[in-house]
């Protein structure tokens, strides 16, 4: 569900769903600042015996000593198979309580309450729930559905611009990777975007999540065509490692569309009006689009499984064939990626 001005009332339009139920609502220390108590006020006035946990905000959280330390507090407390957890914040909460209420008693039904633009348009759509691992991020985890999402676009107004922006890279790909209309009233709306305007966001944030949600029903365990919501995040995740995670996910995607696009156009598959679509789209939403100076270059490459020494060496990409399609599994030889850098 997603409506403006529906976190006010959450629990409202469902009482059949709260009433008599053991809630647990997991949050972040920010976000529990911002609207844990709205939310408690909200479950109690609907007969629900609600408690709050909360894990301290940011990505560290997202790992198994707090999943543990969370599912201590949840079994002391009483959880049983009929309970219900809901996350609250951004994409850190959904996918860590997420990967908890996967695995707590083989499962208990969980409710999305995302309150981050990447949340709400990514993390908590599609059921992949997970926690990071000293090897790696979200190395860890299950595909486990939410049984609702309530998305309220208001919440958006608290939210620092920097992570505004983040879910703005996660939206343009979208449109970009899906869908040629939406990206046109990207295009035409940008300056609205950036005010926030909140009709314009529930649009955008309806019109993202039906999209990704399509993709996610036709490949639920993300061995085909969801790897089309990969685009940007082939350099993008090799930018985030390489800099040891110092350039922010949104940075990083917005950055690897339009290297990536670069990529496309110079293997004459994208043609070049496109490629300057997307920069132009990016830069009017204010995220960045040139590639930074890469301090390893080596990690960057390993990031992207390319081995210097070998020849004929290439990587696998999604690639922008025009606004709006993609292709997968496009073998990009590594002098491409060399050009970038
Ligand atoms: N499961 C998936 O499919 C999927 C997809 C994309 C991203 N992710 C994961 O999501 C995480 C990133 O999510 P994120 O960008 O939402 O980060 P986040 O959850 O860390 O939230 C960013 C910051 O915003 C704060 N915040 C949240 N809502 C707020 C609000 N309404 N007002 C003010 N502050 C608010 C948080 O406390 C935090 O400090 C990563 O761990 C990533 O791996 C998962
Ligand atoms: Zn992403």
Same mark, same amino acid.
């Given at each position: 569900m997603i409506m403006p001005g529906l976190f006010g009332d959450l629990a409202a339009p469902r009482t059949h769903q709260w009433k008599g139920k053991d809630v647990f609502v997991i949050t972040d220390s920010h976000v529990r600042t911002l609207y844990g108590q709205q939310l408690m006020r909200s479950l109690a006035a609907q007969d629900a015996r609600a408690w709050m946990l909360h894990v301290p905000a940011g990505e560290h959280s997202k790992n198994a000593r707090v999943a543990f330390a969370l599912q201590t507090h949840l079994l002391e407390k009483g959880i049983r198979r009929d309970s219900i957890i809901v996350a609250l914040g951004g994409g850190v909460v959904g996918d860590l309580a997420g990967y908890v209420a996967a695995t707590i008693l083989r499962g208990v039904k969980y409710i999305q309450v995302p309150t981050t633009l990447v949340a709400q348009v990514d993390s908590s759509v599609g059921g992949k729930v997970g926690i990071d691992h000293p090897l790696g991020k979200n190395l860890i985890g299950a595909f486990y559905q939410p049984a609702a999402v309530y998305i309220d676009p208001e919440v958006l107004a608290t939210l620092p611009v920097e992570e505004f922006r983040n879910g703005?890279?996660?939206?343009?790909?979208?449109?970009?990777?899906?869908?040629?209309? @939406?990206?046109?009233?990207?295009?035409?709306?940008?300056? /609205?975007?950036?005010?926030?305007?909140?009709?314009?966001?529930?649009?955008?944030?309806?019109?993202?999540?039906? @999209?990704?949600?399509?993709?996610?029903?036709?490949?639920?365990?993300?061995?085909?065509?969801?790897?089309?919501?990969?685009?940007?995040?082939?350099?993008?995740?090799?930018?985030?490692?390489?800099?040891?995670?110092?350039?922010?996910?949104?940075?990083?995607?917005?950055?690897? @569309?339009?290297?990536?696009?670069?990529?496309?156009?110079?293997?004459?598959?994208?043609?070049?009006?496109?490629?300057? /679509?997307?920069?132009?789209?990016?830069?009017?939403? /204010?995220?960045?689009?040139?590639?930074?100076?890469?301090?390893?270059?080596?990690?960057?490459?390993?990031?992207?499984?390319?081995?210097?020494?070998?020849?004929?060496?290439?990587?696998?990409?999604?690639?922008?064939?025009?606004?709006?399609?993609?292709?997968?599994?496009?073998?990009?030889?590594?002098?491409?990626?060399?050009?970038?850098?």
């Open positions: 703005l890279a996660e939206v343009v790909k979208i449109a970009v990777a899906l869908d040629a209309k @939406l990206f046109d009233k990207i295009e035409s709306q940008a300056r /609205r975007i950036t005010q926030q305007n909140v009709p314009l966001l529930t649009d955008l944030i309806v019109q993202a999540v039906r @999209l990704k949600a399509d993709v996610v029903m036709a490949d639920a365990f993300d061995s085909g065509v969801r790897k089309m919501l990969n685009l940007g995040h082939t350099i993008g995740h090799a930018l985030e490692a390489a800099s040891n995670f110092k350039i922010k996910h949104g940075a990083a995607v917005a950055i690897g @569309l339009a290297a990536e696009s670069g990529i496309a156009v110079r293997m004459s598959l994208l043609d070049r009006r496109d490629g300057d /679509r997307l920069i132009k789209v990016l830069r009017a939403l /204010r995220l960045p689009t040139k590639m930074p100076r890469i301090s390893s270059k080596a990690k960057f490459m390993s990031a992207l499984s390319i081995d210097k020494k070998s020849e004929g060496n290439s990587a696998k990409f999604v690639l922008l064939k025009a606004i709006g399609q993609t292709s997968i599994g496009v073998d990009v030889p590594a002098r491409f990626i060399e050009e970038l850098l």
